[in-house]
């Protein structure tokens, strides 16, 4: 039975706990990273954590563990599960107190939650064929920086996605794509440009996307970093999204269209490819 990590314990899935007052579980008061693993080892694990970092500071939650404690008990997990490619989930809450909007005293323990899931990144179907996108208005607050666990609204674009027969939802604000539900949005114009909305509190800072336009630079792609719209997407010559899940994901049709020829573009697989390679060879 795969074995997990909260607070402090190893246990199997079924005899690990949580207290129903967690203010995680009441208030999505809680920050989270996915860290893909690839051949056992993780992929931008100090970044992750540099990420991680920001969002408990930018919700002034106290934490008291080391990026080494943190790199420790990964290790551990993936030995214990014998992970060899998938991700590992990283969750910390500002614990548990009596139900209050006020946040409890700082001297509060953190509930920390580490498990794995083992799945096949690379040799991904949906990845081969290229994914089909919907677009659906972005309702979220506008912390999007945050990585925090109120998941609820890409939660319900997704299913709309699928209810629609597509495999994702990107999102749009006044008409510009913020980015996908659960990855960043990019689009390659005709003349070869990468386009991305750059960052700000609107969108996720990926890890994947950064990683992606420095290979891009290396590869003297031109790259924009600025908001473009669903028309523009739609006139793309290819699209593509990112994610530490998904790596360099191919985006062949959106609201039912075909982007560009309709198939996974040839910028997209340079890039998927080149990530991959890096991402193997840098992972600790
Ligand atoms: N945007 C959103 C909204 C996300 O949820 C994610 C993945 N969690 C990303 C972008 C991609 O981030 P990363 O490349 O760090 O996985």
């Not at 614990?95 to 323990?109: E, Q």
């Not at 899931?117 to 912390?143: C, S």
């Not at 539900?181 to 114009?189: E, L």
């Not at 969108?203 to 970093?225: D, F, K, P, Y």
């Amino acid at each position: 039975m795969r074995q997990v990590y909260v607070s402090g314990s190893y246990l199997p899935e079924s005899e690990a706990r949580i207290s129903v007052f967690d203010r995680g579980f009441l208030f999505a008061d809680g920050v989270y990273e996915v860290t893909l693993v690839l051949d056992g080892k993780l992929v931008d694990f100090a970044s992750h954590m540099a990420r991680l970092r920001r969002s408990l500071r930018e919700l002034d939650m106290p934490f008291s563990l080391t990026e080494a404690d943190l790199l420790k008990i990964h290790r551990e997990l993936i030995g214990r599960n014998n992970v060899s490619e998938g991700l590992v989930y990283l969750q910390i809450t500002r614990g548990a107190a009596d139900r209050d909007f006020i946040f409890p005293t700082r001297d509060t323990p953190n509930t920390v939650v580490l498990f794995t899931q083992e799945k096949a990144f690379v040799e991904n179907p949906v990845a081969i064929r290229g994914q089909h996108v919907i677009t659906v208005e972005d309702l979220r607050w506008r912390r999007c920086d945050i990585k925090t666990v109120q998941l609820l609204y890409p939660s319900m674009a997704k299913m709309q996605a699928k209810s629609r027969g597509a495999d994702d939802a990107w999102l749009v604000r006044d008409g510009y794509v913020t980015e996908g539900s659960s990855n960043n949005a990019h689009i390659v114009t005709s003349d070869g440009t990468i386009v991305t909305r750059d960052l700000s509190s609107d969108i996720l800072h990926g890890i994947t996307r950064a990683v992606v336009l420095q290979c891009a630079s290396e590869l003297h792609l031109r790259v924009e970093e600025r908001p473009f719209t669903v028309v523009e997407a739609r006139l793309a010559t290819e699209a593509f999204s990112t994610s530490s899940s998904g790596l360099v994901n191919p985006v062949v049709r959106m609201d039912g269209a075909p982007i560009g020829n309709g198939l996974p573009g040839v910028v997209t697989r340079r890039l998927r490819q080149i990530y991959l390679d890096r991402s193997r060879a840098s992972a600790i």
